[in-house]
């Protein structure tokens, strides 16, 4: 119980110091009233097996998967990404793959919406089929489940060791199927709810039950105001750009790539040069901006004419030409 409560700890403090602002980890979770859950569903991915170097948790030999089973829930919605790109995603160095905090911050990361949920005071067999129920809804709705996982818990308590990906249950038949990307195999493994549930919440040896249960739901589209104008051939359009975010935003403008060709300026407040980009049909149509404040952009069309529209993340666009 001591190390499961400093394991708690210390996930709960990286959460303060290293996160970024946005996102949450649940510590319950309630179902709508309404929902509506079907007897059996199912959600198809490609197996993948865990990566060699990322093939233990918390030092524990032979406890694996957090990075394939994202990689395998990303599959199941449309996304390619490798383990390795969660791994780094996971923002520190990682020589034993990633734990529950790690998959985490990589799905801040990376832009992937998920619901997270660290739940560790389970107390009745009621509880325990709620959340059984949740896993349901969630495979219902085509969302892929990462599952906290104890091969063996008669041997081990107080803990887990490694992840699974839920991906389908029949409750007339009592089954629930996993893909384990440690033990395989790659068609799934089948268990009885019973089974199930001594493998997925891990007894506190206190009479409670604790688990840890990621459900992710795809990728984030990021939220963008929008500034339209039209331009001439030769025409310069300056923008002011107020914002606080100082680590920097990303601009993106839409125009017609095959007829028009445009450089782009950029400044800070005192008229001093930040940086420039061209944007044509063999370029990106995005460009970064650095620092907070009050800066300026200075958009000339080099070639052809007609409609841009600037889409931004945060802050206040305004045109100053006119």
């Known amino acids: 119980m001591k190390k499961f409560f400093l394991i708690s700890i210390y996930f709960l403090l990286s959460l303060m110091f290293v996160l970024p602002t946005y996102g949450e980890v649940k510590t319950s979770l309630s179902l709508p009233e309404n929902a509506n859950i079907p007897t059996k569903a199912s959600i198809t991915t490609e197996y993948e097996k865990v990566d060699p170097n990322y093939s233990k948790y918390l030092n524990y030999e032979g406890c694996a998967g957090g990075e394939a089973c994202f990689v395998m829930g990303l599959g199941a919605l449309g996304i390619e990404m490798s383990q390795e790109e969660i791994n780094k995603a996971a923002e520190h160095n990682i020589t034993t793959g990633c734990n529950s905090r790690d998959l985490y911050v990589a799905s801040l990361n990376l832009g992937i919406l998920t619901e997270t949920y660290w739940i560790w005071d389970i107390r009745s067999n009621k509880e325990r089929e709620q959340y059984l129920r949740s896993i349901e809804y969630f495979i219902s709705k085509g969302y892929p489940v990462v599952i906290s996982w104890t091969e063996n818990p008669e041997e081990l308590i107080d803990d887990f060791c490694s992840f699974v990906l839920v991906v389908g249950y029949d409750t007339e038949k009592d089954e629930i199927r996993v893909l384990d990307p440690y033990r395989g195999p790659e068609t799934g493994r089948i268990f009885s709810s019973k089974d199930f549930f001594d493998r997925w919440q891990w ?116 045109r100053t030409d006119k």
């Open 203 to 318: 007894d506190n040896s206190d009479g409670t039950y604790a688990f840890h249960m990621l459900v992710i739901k795809g990728k984030e589209e990021p939220k963008l105001n929008e500034l339209a104008f039209t331009i001439s051939k030769g025409e310069k359009v300056t923008l002011l750009y107020e914002f606080e975010n100082t680590g920097g935003d990303f601009f993106y403008a839409d125009y017609d790539h095959s007829i028009m060709t445009l450089s782009i300026e950029l400044r800070d407040d005192y008229n001093n040069y930040l940086d420039d980009y061209v944007l044509n049909k063999a370029n990106s149509n995005s460009f970064y901006f650095m620092g907070g404040g009050r800066n300026y952009i200075t958009i000339t069309s080099r070639k052809g004419g007609g409609q841009v529209k600037i889409r931004y993340e945060s802050g206040k666009l305004s």
